[in-house]
């Protein structure tokens, strides 16, 4: 089973930021959040990930907690293309096994409206 | 676009027969993926390899069988498919998790299987 939680649905405006919360109050040292999001009948697409400090790319931003607890999703000026399924996934590929397998819950419905 | 691509992109089969399905990438990654999508289940991770002929299970296996015998080719095998395996099928790729300290993985455009 996933270790985050998100709310199930969201809307925003169109222009305006979409910030997206992630919970994972479970994290442990060596896992990294990861967030991917699924455009309608495509494959999941990677966004953005970290481990403690906040980070910035071309598609986002994520803010991570210095608790590590929770951690939010920004698209600075969402668009009708970002109507999307996003996940939000704490994955340990420094585990015992040889890779992270990320696991991916039921995720966060973002319906950007004009 | 990572360079992931999958075939068939859509197949109608029926129950009892095989089904293979194939992923192919031209990006050199050594770590390939087998995930289903299902409705309330999100992806699940059938099966993976972390290199030409090395694979393992994933969580949910069973019914599957995969192989690897070039970097750029993993196959996934329904022996004799069931209406239980219909589903959204997606590949994906992904460097050494351990060397490259990102586990970043890219994914492919699924295959829609109906087994009737």
């Known amino acids: 089973d996933a270790k985050t939680t998100q709310p199930t649905s969201m809307d925003c405006a169109e222009g305006r930021a979409a910030n997206l919360p992630c919970n994972h109050s479970t994290i442990s040292g060596n896992e990294y959040v990861y967030w991917y999001r699924q455009i309608h009948s495509q494959g999941p697409q990677y966004i953005i990930h970290?481990?403690?400090n906040n980070e910035t790319n071309e598609m986002a931003s994520l803010i991570i907690t210095e608790d590590r607890k929770s951690s939010t999703l920004i698209l600075p000026h969402a668009t009708l293309r970002d109507t999307a399924v996003y996940y939000c996934i704490d994955n340990d590929f420094h585990g015992s096994s040889n890779t992270g397998k990320l696991i991916f819950g039921q995720g966060t419905t973002l319906q950007v409206k004009p | 676009d990572a360079g992931i691509t999958q075939s068939p992109r859509h197949k109608v089969t029926e129950t009892g027969t095989p089904v293979t399905l194939r992923c192919h990438q031209t990006e050199n990654h050594r770590y390939m993926y087998w995930y289903r999508q299902d409705p309330g289940h999100g992806l699940r991770l059938i099966h993976y390899?972390?290199?030409?002929?090395?694979?393992d299970k994933g969580e949910v296996s069973d019914g599957y069988s995969v192989s690897r015998s070039k970097t750029e080719d993993f196959l996934l095998t329904l022996e004799s498919a069931t209406s239980s395996q219909t589903s959204v099928y997606f590949c994906a790729i992904s460097e050494s998790p351990r060397v490259k300290s990102t586990d970043t993985q890219y994914f492919g455009p699924g295959t829609r299987l109906t087994v009737l």
């Open positions: 390899s972390y290199g030409v002929k090395d694979t």
């Open positions: 970290g481990l403690k």
